[in-house]
């Protein structure tokens, strides 16, 4: 049975000052708040973009609390887009290649990984292919710096998942908390 999401953004840290519900995919957010400084996720997994029409940079969020934009690893406190992640089946399958369109060096992951480089002796993942699940990369390890959302599909360059440059730290599957 799929979960109702709904998200919470609040102008002040620690949920204070004017706040605004949502429940469904946003492409503009800028006539509802200014600022966003705390949120409250109480159901579903959001993505959420620092620019309109769900562009820039994105962060993942599950259901919990957020006191502060440093607690989703944001840079500031622009939020301007949202959108609602469905959830897939409860298998998880992606294989990362070295170079781009799918060649080089391969290996495929079903569980999280939060230092690339433990299982994978390159920084770089040039093509990944989401066979099951969705998926975030984070281009530091431990869960830390940008972060990139892949749905089910291809991706045959890293530009195809929103990263300027191909460098991936850690990996983690995005699951129904």
């Known amino acids: 049975m799929e979960q109702a999401g709904k998200i919470i953004f609040y102008e002040d840290k620690n949920f204070q000052g004017r706040y605004y519900e949502c429940s469904s995919d946003s492409p503009e957010l800028s006539s509802h708040f200014s600022r966003c400084n705390s949120i409250h996720v109480e159901g579903g997994t959001w993505v959420i973009y620092e620019r309109p029409q769900h562009m820039g940079y994105q962060y993942v969020l599950v259901r919990g609390e957020y006191p502060t934009y440093q607690s989703w690893n944001g840079f500031s406190d622009t939020i301007r887009s949202c959108r609602l992640v469905s959830y897939p089946s409860s298998r998880y399958r992606i294989r990362i290649y070295e170079r781009p369109d799918f060649s080089g060096q391969m290996i495929e992951l079903n569980e999280d990984l ?44 890293h530009s195809e998942w929103g990263a300027l440059q191909p460098s991936v730290g850690s990996i983690r599957r995005v699951m129904d908390s």
């Open 114 to 157: 939060p230092n690339l480089q433990d299982r994978w002796r390159y920084r770089d993942i040039h093509s990944a292919h989401a066979h099951d699940g969705i998926w975030v990369f984070y281009e530091s390890p431990n869960y830390k710096g940008r972060q990139y959302l892949l749905e089910k599909g291809e991706y045959r360059r």
